[in-house]
């Protein structure tokens, strides 16, 4: 069973940084899809950003040029940096993981993490003005 664990949440100020991190275990599958989510009270869980083995990436528009999200498949984790961070940045962030046959592509990705239901406990990010 896929198992995910995501941290490094915590409160800062506006303009302050963050690194997010998911630690991914029970898979072994080189072609996957993985994003961040994240979900402010009384509002929907909205994607945040996906990255796909294949190496290309995606955000959201409200976060483009501060939040940066990578994989380290040695350590079988993603990561999310947040940069720049602003108030209506404060929300619960979870991950997101979908294993593929083969490499996806950003719209496979994004199609795919549209339909995940698997969360986590999540990691609560607050960004006070």
């Known amino acids: 069973q896929v198992q995910r664990v995501e941290s490094g949440g915590g409160s800062v100020q506006a303009g302050g940084s963050l690194r997010l991190s998911c630690r991914v275990s029970?898979?072994?599958?080189?072609?996957?899809?993985m994003g961040w989510f994240r979900q402010a009270p009384g509002k929907e869980r909205e994607r945040v950003a996906v990255s796909t083995s294949g190496g290309t990436t995606d955000y959201a528009d409200s976060v483009k040029g501060r939040f940066t999200i990578a994989e380290d498949n040695a350590e079988n984790t993603v990561t999310l940096q947040m940069d720049t961070l602003k108030p209506e940045d404060s929300a619960m962030y979870y991950c997101a993981t979908v294993p593929f046959p083969a490499p996806p592509s950003v719209l496979e990705c994004k199609f795919a993490l549209a339909t995940f239901r698997d969360w986590g406990q999540g990691t609560q990010v607050t960004v006070s003005s």
């Open positions: 029970g898979t072994t599958t080189s072609s996957r899809c």
